[in-house]
Nanobody, 121 residues
Framework: QVQLVESGGGLVQAGGSLTLSCEAS????????MAWHRQAPGKQRESVAT???????SYEDSVKGRFTISRDNAKRTVTLQMNSLKPEDTAVYYC???????????????WGQGTQVTVSS
């Protein structure tokens, strides 16, 4: 069993900051790509930021320069530092990871349960 557990969501005023954390646990052999996605009411889920095992990152255009994704491979955690938050950042944020549970070269996609981020104007 593999679990991704997020923490750190909440309510913040525009211009404020929040840090989201996600820890992977369970029968894990290796974690490849880790990412944060979000889904606002009435909208499709979108990728916000991704990070490879080696630390290469990519960001959705609207969060570039404001959000920073990082990971600790030893602790199996991924963090999203969100600064200069805007009301349009309001969404449920989901942690995502590509995980191998055996030495076989097959990754499966896992999701956390989601954490609510609300930015008030």
């Amino acid at each position: 069993q593999v679990q991704l557990v997020e923490s750190g969501g909440g309510l913040v005023q525009a211009g404020g900051s929040l840090t989201l954390s996600c820890e992977a646990s369970g029968d894990i052999f290796n974690i490849n790509l880790m990412a944060w996605h979000r889904q606002a009411p009435g909208k499709q889920r979108e990728s916000v930021a991704t990070i490879t095992y080696g630390g290469s990152t990519s960001y959705e255009d609207s969060v570039k320069g404001r959000f920073t994704i990082s990971r600790d491979n030893a602790k199996r955690t991924v963090t999203l530092q969100m600064n200069s938050l805007k009301p349009e950042d309001t969404a449920v944020y989901y942690c995502n990871a590509q995980i191998r549970t055996t030495p076989m070269p097959t990754y499966q996609n896992y999701w956390g349960q989601g954490t609510q981020v609300t930015v008030s104007s």
